[in-house]
């Protein structure tokens, strides 16, 4: 990558771009709901069930102008979802700025493990025990999502919990490939804390990206 591209992307202009589509949201809070998605490449957390793993390493996603993104979702969706990867290792400052300009909703998905940017109107804060969210993170949740591979996951998830604010909604979501029996336990789970509700990764039963 040369220098002047080097700072585009240091300033948020251009960014890693793995994807981006149209669909319906399939997870927490705005399930069933059209939806533009930005996938942003790169992440370091390293969970080992990740299901796009090919996003781990930006440099084979190519640097792309913000406003041209911008542009892409102008013609399809009023609400954006920015994830990865982990779309916090970039800034989100100046795509944000530009899509509220535009009057789009602007929605993120993070791991919260690396700093906060970004004008956000529904942040959903997704914690992993490999890498936990910085402390200015959970003051921005919106949602918090905890995905349940096994019965461990149970207490991590009560244990982040108990740092975000009250306005965060709280989620429990089956790791895919456990979903047969996690899905039953986490049933029983939110049935006595029914201060969590489940999600459930409905795109994937719909067969849509």
């Given at each position: 990558m040369d220098k002047k591209t080097q700072d585009l992307v240091d300033k948020g202009i251009m960014?890693?771009?793995?994807?981006?589509?149209?669909?319906i949201q399939g997870e927490g809070s705005h399930t069933g709901t059209a939806a533009y998605f930005i996938r942003v490449?790169?992440?370091?957390?390293?969970?080992?069930?990740?299901d796009v793993k090919e996003s781990w390493n930006a440099d084979l996603h190519p640097p792309t102008?913000?406003?041209?993104?911008?542009?892409?979702?102008?013609?399809?969706a009023n609400t954006v979802v920015i994830t990865g990867g982990e779309p916090?290792?970039?800034s989100m400052d100046y795509i944000t700025k530009l899509l509220q300009e535009n009057h789009i909703k602007t929605h993120i998905e993070t791991s919260g493990a690396y700093s906060f940017s970004g004008k956000w109107d529904w942040f959903c804060l997704s914690p992993k025990k490999t890498k936990l969210p910085l402390t200015e993170n959970y003051?921005?949740?919106?949602?918090?999502?905890?995905i349940i591979h096994?019965?461990?996951?149970?207490?991590?998830?009560?244990?982040e919990a108990a740092k975000v604010g009250k306005k965060c909604q709280l989620f429990l979501q089956p790791e895919w490939s456990k979903?047969?029996?996690?899905?039953?336990?986490?049933?029983?789970?939110?049935?006595k804390n029914p201060k969590w509700k489940i999600s459930l990764q409905t795109h994937k039963y719909l067969n849509i990206p």
């Amino acid at each position: 990558m040369d220098k002047k591209t080097q700072d585009l992307v240091d300033k948020g202009i251009m960014l890693p771009l793995m994807e981006e589509f149209y669909t319906i949201q399939g997870e927490g809070s705005h399930t069933g709901t059209a939806a533009y998605f930005i996938r942003v490449g790169g992440c370091d957390v390293g969970c080992h069930w990740c299901d796009v793993k090919e996003s781990w390493n930006a440099d084979l996603h190519p640097p792309t102008l913000a406003d041209t993104i911008v542009e892409n979702v102008k013609k399809y969706a009023n609400t954006v979802v920015i994830t990865g990867g982990e779309p916090l290792m970039w800034s989100m400052d100046y795509i944000t700025k530009l899509l509220q300009e535009n009057h789009i909703k602007t929605h993120i998905e993070t791991s919260g493990a690396y700093s906060f940017s970004g004008k956000w109107d529904w942040f959903c804060l997704s914690p992993k025990k490999t890498k936990l969210p910085l402390t200015e993170n959970y003051r921005e949740a919106d949602e918090l999502k905890m995905i349940i591979h096994n019965k461990s996951d149970f207490d991590f998830a009560e244990q982040e919990a108990a740092k975000v604010g009250k306005k965060c909604q709280l989620f429990l979501q089956p790791e895919w490939s456990k979903k047969e029996k996690m899905t039953e336990e986490i049933v029983d789970y939110v049935m006595k804390n029914p201060k969590w509700k489940i999600s459930l990764q409905t795109h994937k039963y719909l067969n849509i990206p």
